[in-house]
């Protein structure tokens, strides 16, 4: 008997949120073949790959659950941000805008154009996406939602309404075929002006579809702010009278009038959570980032603008700053920034604390790889769960870190065999260092790899060493089961 690799030593987080254990893992074709506690002799036979983890950290490779990865994973396939961070699973399409199902006559509505360039979207069908992935091999497992953006864009000429029946029928019919054809859900995104108009009966008629189908719905809410719980309420009612399984993306009170309101907001959910099944999904910091959204200019908390496409000298600095030098208000000046993304620091770190420790909430970066100057949680949002707010804070111990980022992830979103470290699962895994971990990526230098992340295996070939990304390419297209 032998084994590709061996990992010895290691203090295993399997995922569950139980307890860690010492133990050898061995790994072939792609899967994990044996776990022996090293207290009963461990592993005995070598691997060709033998690695002494001397006591590091092994957990299962992280989910991202909220990422905008649909055309990085194809045009950047190394896929460094996510790799480097131990995460081996990406689920793309979220907060209503997918790559795919998409036909576009024109530029790709504001917030569809955080994904790319009209000339890259070249996804008719969903299958052709999951294709393309494919023959890219990303270093990450890929997942996908549809976008309700993106099936609104491809049927009515007019965003600003909600859809008649005849484009709802052909937007039905879009969704169910690409469910058949393996997409994980529907997203959607309520709060961009691209869906704003969709009524609670429209969202209603799409979610019918993943109740026929199968298929998790994950929302964007309506607004995260002061209304944000009417806009939960709309979420677990379109989730709840179809009994489909709901995700509430990126969970906050933004806003500084919404600040010290998570209590209340997880109150509503544990109460829903009783009767339907549903969770939430939230990335380590206290601000967001987007397209530039005029309704969101405020002078109360700092914008800080990451690109602009009509005054591109103008990117990496605070909106309050360009409008101080042009003499005008901070929302004239947003328009004339247009179109353009920012960095919005709307929440307060007590209500990012209480969410992120909820036991309904999983870790999803929201990363932006398209954004020049890009949000730091792009490259930093698992290990700053784990270093910042689990071993230095103490907000929670490092397994239920670990589970927030795995087993729960996978459970929620159905990845089967995936964020568990079982015999018999995909040998998705990443050893790191807990001393020296570090999410290194700041608002001034957001493009820095974490440090302390030692190995990174992905369906069991080994895709990041000690800090150099391999392209090794061993990700899989994850169709729904
Ligand atoms: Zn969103
Ligand atoms: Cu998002």
Redesign the pocket.
Known sequence: MSFKSVIRNAQVFDGSGGLPFCADVAVNGGFIERIEHVDKGGIPERGDEDIEAEGRCLAPGFIDV?T?DDLEVIHNPLVPAKISQGVTTVIVG??GISASPVTLDTEPPDPLNLLGRREQFSFPYFSDYARAVQKARPNTNVAALVGHTSLRNNHMPDLQRSASSSELQAMRAQLRQALQQGALGLSSGLAYGSANAADTAEVLAMVAVLAEQGGVYTT?LRTEFDRIIDAIDEALVTAGEHRVPLVI??LKCAGRGNWGRSGEVLAALERAAQHQQLACDCYPYTASSSTLDLAQVTDDTEIFITWSTSCPDQSGRPLADIAEDWGISCLAAAERLQPAGAVYHCMSDADVRNILSHPLTMVGS?GLPNDPHPHPRLWGAFPRVLAHYSRDLGLFDLATAIHKMTGLSARNFGLKQRGFIREGYCADLVLFDLDTLESAASYAEPLTPARGISRVWVNGTCAYRDGDVLDSRSGAFLFRH
Do not use: G, L, P, R
């Open positions: 909220h905008h979220n907060c964007h993306s990126h929201d």
